[in-house]
């Protein structure tokens, strides 16, 4: 058995993150990093598909304190770097252990500790861990399996059938003909990324995605960089500038979003020869924002339509075949490979069962404290991201939030903190954790029974609202009641 006065889940971006904090801000806290994967990384280990890179740009999904001096829309191998350094030059690695999952999490009242069984997958020894302060990073989505729904008839294909998230690595595509069901990010990384070696990439989706383009270059940070100016004030300007460029974007998508349905069509139509059916494989029926939009950069995937060596079509499927895809509308695709770029499973808190003063818990039971705690569960948080601005901005946020909230409890002399409603929160109607104008994407829409739940008050939501929560969350009054500390 060992003992942490912090442990955490999760080496991708946000564990990271939160180490780094951690390390400099309470250097006299003892912690550790425990990870399922033979690496650190998480999203940019597990992804191994051809081109797979980020769509935010990494002066705001880098973090602050380290600036990013590559092209703004980054590889995986180029994050995993960047995270290589922020370990090695802050002596993390001494802290993070490898391929230790963990299953069970068990809070206890009476020592005010969290008990975790782990098991280290090299040797497959059980290991029990204790800790006052759970730091969940396990990210929002199972690393093992995507999501592939049911087709009919897909036992009959002759093909290989592949998820991008589990690509094998001799996958030969060389000389093939390839269909890519989905439109999403994925698919418009690796469709471009395999089309010129491909006989013919077929993107067949159910429904169109909003796709905006531009150069893989920030105009500002080649200014600066030109005049000398160091990296550190580079990555902080160019990271405002791209911030107040965002906000201004999604303020005018939020009130204008006809204006801004047909500004991003209008930027599809120009990357498309003339009288390509734009609105019926581009123009989506959601509103700008609801999903996420998904970057192109170098408008790749348009030239690849542009080659003739990658198409669209815009229907639904009636049946896998033997030799591809018949679709509702009649179309018959052929295959030799069917990429199934359809999303994530949702994974709740990394598939822990966690349990407090022994009552299993069921996260979709409880409340969310300001989309990072849950009404009755003690001394743990969660990290969960934006999915309209870059993730880590959050997970910068939330860690200044934990360091607060430790001392605040180091200052009372008090061993708990629990989020509980307050009187005036009582009887408010209790809500999905996201509302459905709000943000839909088909993978929060079917896991949305597994999530916690919200109250129509800043305290009580996950506003996915960075300009919002830059503001709020520095200032929220950690005793105004809502967490109860003992
Ligand atoms: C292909 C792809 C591209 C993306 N691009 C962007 C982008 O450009 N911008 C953006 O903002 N977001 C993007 N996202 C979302 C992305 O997942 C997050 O931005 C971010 O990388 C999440 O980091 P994380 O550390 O919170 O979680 P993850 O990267 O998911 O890492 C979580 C880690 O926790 C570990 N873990 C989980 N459960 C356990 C357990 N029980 N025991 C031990 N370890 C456990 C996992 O093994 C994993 O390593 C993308 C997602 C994908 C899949």
């Known amino acids: ?96 252990r490898y391929r230790h999952h963990i299953s069970d999490a068990s809070w206890d009242s009476g020592t005010n500790l969290w008990t975790l069984q782990a098991e280290n997958l090299a040797t497959g020894e059980q290991l029990t861990f204790t800790t006052n302060f759970l730091w969940m990073c396990q990210g929002y989505y199972q690393h093992d399996k995507g999501y592939t729904p049911e087709w009919p008839g897909m036992d009959r294909f002759k093909g290989q059938i592949v998820h991008p998230q589990t690509w094998p690595e001799d996958l030969d595509y060389a000389g093939k003909k390839v269909i890519c069901i989905g439109s999403g990010a994925t698919a418009a990384t690796v469709v471009p990324a395999i089309a010129g070696d491909a006989a013919h990439v077929t993107v067949l989706q159910r429904s169109p995605t909003y796709f905006w383009t531009g150069p893989n270059r920030n105009e500002t940070a080649d200014m600066l960089r030109e005049l000398d100016i160091p990296e550190e004030w580079v990555h902080e300007i160019v990271r405002k500038k791209i911030l107040k460029d965002f906000g201004e974007l999604t303020t005018f998508a939020l009130t204008e979003p006809d204006m801004a349905r047909e500004a991003l069509m209008q930027g599809v139509r120009d990357c498309l020869p003339e009288g390509y059916d734009v609105e019926k494989h581009f123009g989506p029926k959601y509103k700008p924002w609801q999903q996420r939009l998904a970057f192109v950069p170098n408008a790749d995937l348009f030239e690849g339509i542009k080659a003739g060596k990658a198409s669209m079509v815009t229907d639904e499927i009636e049946t896998f075949t033997e030799t591809g895809i018949r679709t509702k509308g009649g179309e018959e695709l052929e295959a030799d490979i069917i990429l199934t770029a359809t999303g994530f499973n949702i994974s709740v808190l990394g598939n822990i069962a966690f349990s407090v003063d022994g009552k299993p818990l069921d996260l979709a039971d409880t409340i969310t404290y300001r989309g990072m705690m849950f009404t009755g569960v003690p001394n743990m948080l969660w990290v969960f991201g934006y999915f309209r601005a870059s993730w880590t901005l959050r997970a910068d946020l939330i860690s200044d939030l934990v360091i607060r909230l430790l001392r605040l409890m180091d200052a009372k002399g008090v061993q708990r903190v629990t989020p509980h409603l307050r009187p005036q929160d009582e009887g408010l109607p209790v809500l999905e954790w996201m509302a459905e104008d709000n943000f839909n994407p088909n993978y929060l829409k079917r896991s949305m029974h597994l999530l916690p739940k919200r109250l129509d008050v800043p305290e009580w939501m996950h506003t996915q609202d960075y300009y919002t929560e830059r503001e709020t969350l520095p200032a929220a009054n950690l005793d105004d009641g809502c967490l109860v500390y003992e």
Not at 15 to 26: I, R
Not at 37 to 63: A, C, I, N, Q
């Open 1 to 96: 058995m060992e003992h942490f006065d912090v442990l955490i889940v999760g080496a991708g971006i946000s564990g990271v993150g939160a180490a780094y904090h951690l390390q400099h801000e309470m250097p006299e806290r003892s912690f550790v990093i425990l990870e399922t994967l033979e690496s650190f990384g998480g999203t940019w280990l597990t992804h191994k598909y051809p081109g797979v890179r980020s769509d935010s740009d990494l002066y705001t999904f880098g973090y602050g304190f380290k600036p990013w001096v590559g092209p703004p829309i980054a590889t995986a191998g180029e994050i995993l770097k960047y995270m290589g350094e922020v370990i090695d030059e802050n002596d993390l690695g001494a802290h993070i």
